[in-house]
């Protein structure tokens, strides 16, 4: 392989920004949620590139089990979204600010 | 699991464990699953276990008798404590001592379990109620086969969580909840000081294992073992309900009668007598520790017995009369007569359970009436009742063969033995008394005109079989200790206690036996006159002696003086203090303190705009910075 | 020209674009869709790195589990309407850039200073995979991570049933018989 | 390195992908036919017999007909989409069945052509992911049609077909246990062994011997994978017209239904792999290559007419029975099957066979034991069905 890890890790860095953009901008719950995922995945591929640089499985096994916890918090995740949605009828996160002063 | 790893010498078939495990699957699988169950089947399913529970503690015994005559088999399961030099396994121990009361414990509960099934048919929380019996039979378990005093303290706060949940088990009604609280209190009293002994007990010998306390006992400085023994005492004292910690018994009536036969009369309350007789060794450095258990036993005997026979209610007659038990199976303790002790043990779980479960029929065939004012005559209508409370009566009365009267007799003679006489005397009028308010209780309920307008009708056959199978354990139960020295569970004791001496005190084994025979007769004899014969206006004398009948009744007001002297300044100082000192000072300066942040906290909350994105802007924010520091320091 | 970094040089701008896409989409389904094309090219790029099976997880689990959990709620509830892509929260766009910005930057100088942009010589990843990526990636998590991983399966069940519960639809009162009927 | 390119290597790689596509497409119209003329033989009817001998041209014909049909796209439809969606619904399909071996192979100039596609280290996982992308294909029809049956009717499938999968991962990850290797390869190669029992030497020991619950969940579920009776409710026509692809017609229509035939030649392939020793069968000198090509086939075969059996026998499930029958039966029995599959792979390294036999035994009884109060009786809350609803006392 040629490619300089280094590479991986600013793709990285790049898909991660779009996900923090991603959760900045937009005001739907749900892209709001497939943004964060975007970030976990941004971080997945750093985790695998570092397995590679360094030669053993540890970062692969991390990314790993982040693909679990990622599975296990959008489950729950879009519970809490679709019993929002059934109390607001909006899947608009700033209007779900119930705890403001 | 290593089960017996570091014990490859002794080839126990079963391991311990599973003893206990059946009642505790059980109590698991009801409390998980408790709604799901129709009908009858989980009272059948907890009683099988239990029944398996008591085969295997007879295959633990078939397998101990066969083994190579070691003094104990051990199983430890894992370390379970390990604080620096503090460490305590989980271990089971099965000897001599541990299979009797395993094999009571379980015995008696499997009938009880099964007695139940009818007893509680159609009740609401059915299935809970054998979840809490099976959960209670677990903990007792593990208090007797325990190898150390912390497994043994687990089991013993066990059996007083499910009492407490049993007493209070129909807790809608304020008398239940209570009494469980009450019963709860109170014995947590003991429980301190017994704690605070096996904390004493490590600094001491640096290990709670039984084995390395009691071989180093005799060690004790005598002050020390004295100490050391009346905090265990203090334990046993609040578990077995002795005097001054007696006042939760009664008042525990309240629960089911079941619970009554098993917890209050045949099992967990005898956990003090067992912890004391367990304990032995240090109780045997400090000669004063086993006067004062004597004395305490045979006290809270006579004034038990006392208060029994001003009872009207047949439960509390019943739960007094189980405390002065109690008493002299204390009293056999401190006079050095262990295996007596042990033995009256075994035979007052079998009548006692008996004579509980007999009220029970009772009840249940007057549709819940306790009170023997109202009772009478019952002999005809419940013939099985009846005959299986003759033998209980009898039994505890001490009339011979049945197995009271040895078991009695050699608690009293332990006394003549050693040479006490004053004890001694106390000891049969203790057994006087026992005659006296027990043939009271038989005359009111069963013999003369009945005083109630109901058709009680005899039991169901599953409530006969417990009764008749305790009636007939009652009976024979005296095959077990013909004599003191060597009948079959004094011999089969002997690894624990040592052997049994020969009498040598002023009177022969005959003249005592006799002696206590004689007590019971004139004690039948008595109440037969003023109840029985129909001679005497048993209810005009009441009337006439009104104010000991109430001082009778109401246990010689001890109960009210704690009421007076502790209840009611603690609840004064608490109101004082919630209302006065809490609500004016602490609130004042709490208030006072939370204006100052609220103030401050006014600005602050301009920031939260409860708009989760300004958050996440803030929190990259963070990031940002952090990152920006750490890429300009490298 | 290798052929890892055609694939790179293929996929990265691929993967960006599809990122770029999700976050500009007004429709929450195209945003899901774009989402499904972005975690394809992270499992290829997953496969250049050397790892088969993480390839084929985050297919199962990405794009076979977690997206088709996404779509189905999006048409369970029906949100899929032209969103406005209006900004509400004053200053929040130009400072969610400008901040986003300076992220990438920093990360730049830091994997500059940390791994170089470009340095050669990478270990030997084969041996690493002897005997396959699963198995070698299978002793791994068997062994000095099998901790974590059984912890994982009771996260997994806990959020499952957390989901369930959080999602269910409440009983009304009346409809729930609670006594059980009385035995016999 | 570009001059280094070995072509001869290259053109056999794509002619072999051509023939497998090519193989497989020719499969779906035979299989068609035969599950017409199979059915109609049940049914004692006649069935197709126009197009060609004994009308095994009749899908050909559909396909010319369908392919010149004007393709309608609904106005409320999501354009894009609605003609991504057979596309999606087609390709894993074709996909999954690369990693299927089906024969030894032969050696071509010099060039050894496995008959398979690629023998991935995945390979069992290949075939998961493969079947869990099916689904995009159907939720992604279903929405993009722009009207409410198509939808509904997604979201039926899509419910379907995400919670057999679970049931189906299960089955496989108990003879992926069992097997020892992920690789498809491998697990033909275990089954290559046979039985030590005397009398039943000649028997192979294929996986359906010892797994053979798992090769009933794995049917089932596969059956309810790709929707065919008795688990067609996605095609209820009574209660969803047909479904999510009630908006579809034309080619793409003509895709969707390809792309149901293929899929269920490729977990009938896959059964047939993993559970029924795969290409392995009695082998004979003349023409070594032919003979494990005519054993797949054959195997292929059966499982196929099984499953048109099972179309014509069994009614169709309702809905919620097939819910209850997938979550509550399916999964928590191949958690059970997998448990004891451990425990049969794991023990007798520690133990004799005799204890671990015995351990498996009363394992299996306790757990069965503990659980099953979970299962009987009814839960609280919930309403026996047809009962009526009995209110609490006031």
Redesign the interface.
Known sequence: ???????????S????????????????A??????I??QL?AV??AL??F????????G??L???S??????????G??????L?RKRRS?D??E?????? | MVIGADLPAINSAMPIWIVPLFPLTGALVLLLTGRRWRGLLSGWFASFLVGASFVSTIVLLLDFLGGDGEAALVNRLYQWVAAGSFSVDVAFRVDPLALVMALTVSGVATLIHIYSIDYMRGDPRFARFFAYLNLFVFFMLVLVLANNFLLLFVGWEGVGLCSYLLIGFWFERKPAADAAKKAFIVTRIGDSAFLIGIVFIWLRFQSLDFEVVFARAPELAAGTATVLALLLFAGAVGKSAQLPLHTWLPDAMEGPTPVSALIHAATMVTAGVYLVVRAHPIFEASEVALTIVATVGIVTAIYAGLSAIGQDDIKRMLAYSTISQLGFMFFGAGMGAYSAAIFLLVAHAFFKAMLFLGAGSVMHGLRGETDMMRMGGLRRAMPLTFWTWVIGWLAMAGIPPLSGFFAKDQVVASASENGRLWFWIAALVGSLLTAVYMSRATFMTFFGRPRSEQKPHDAPPRMGLALVVLAAAAAFGGILGLSAVNGILPAFLEPVFGAAEEPHGPLTVLALALASSAVAVVGIGIAYLVYGSGRIDWVALRSRFAGAKRASQRGFYVDDVYTGGLVAPAKLGSAFLAYVFDRRVLDGAVNGLGRIIGAFAGRG??V??????SY??AV?LGVVGVLSYLVVRF | M?A??VV?WVT?PL??FA??A??L?RN?VH??LW?IV??FT?AV??L????P??FV??II??AG??MV??LF??M??G?DQQ?S?R???RG??WL??VL??G??AE??FA??LG??????A????AR?NEGGNIR??AE??FGP?FF??EV?SI??I???I???L??RRRVQDEDVIDMPAAAE | MLGAIDWVFWILLVARVVVVFAALLLSVLLAIWIERKVIADMQTRIGPNRAGPAGVLITLADGIKLFFKEGVIPAAASRPVFVIAPILSLVPAFLAFAVIPFGTGVTLFGHPVPFQLADLDIGILWILAMGSLAVYGVVLAGWSSGSNYPLLGAIRSSAQMISYEVGMSLGLIAVLLYSGGIAMSEVVEVQARHFDVTGLGWLPKWNVFFQLPAFLIYFIAAVAETQRPPFDLPEAETELVAGYHTEYSGIKFAMFYLAEYVHTITVSAVGVTLFLGGWRGPMFDFLPWLWPLVWFLLKLLIVIFVLVWIRATLPRFRYDRLMNFGWKVLIPFGLLWILITAAYVQLPQTYSDLRAALIIVSGTLAVVLLVSPLFVGPPRGVLDEGAAPTTREP
Do not use: C, K
């Not at chain 1, 790049?14 to 900045?24: I, K, N, Q, R």
């Not at chain 1, 879009?78 to 019993?83: E, P, T």
């Not at chain 3, 791994?115 to 050669?120: F, I, N, P």
């Not at chain 3, 990478?122 to 990843?125: I, V």
């Open positions: 392989m040629r490619t300089p890890i280094s590479f991986f890790l600013l793709l860095a790049v898909l991660f920004t779009l996900g923090t953009l991603g959760v900045l901008l937009r005001r739907n749900l892209v709001i949620f497939m943004s995922e975007l995945n997945n591929l695998v590139a397995s590679r640089q360094w030669g053993n499985l540890n692969q096994v990314a790993f089990f693909m679990v916890v990622a599975a296990a918090e959008v489950v729950v879009l519970a809490i979204i679709v019993s949605y899947a996160v700033d779900a600010s119930l705890l403001r002063w | 909350r301009a939260q705009t409860g708009r989760v994105r996440a802007l990259l | 290798n890892d970094l790179f990265a993967s960006v990122a770029v999700m976050i989409s929450a945003a899901a989402l972005n975690l992270l790029l997953f250049v790195l050397g790892s099976f993480l997880v985050q689990v990405y589990a977690i959990l996404f709620v999006i369970l509830l949100v969103a892509l900004e509400t929260i929040q766009r969610a850039v986003g910005l992220l990438v990360i730049f994997v500059r791994l170089g942009l470009s340095r050669g990478l270990p030997d990843f690493v070698a990636l791994v998590l991570y974590p991983f994982t996260l997994l806990v959020a499952a957390g989901a369930m959080h999602g």
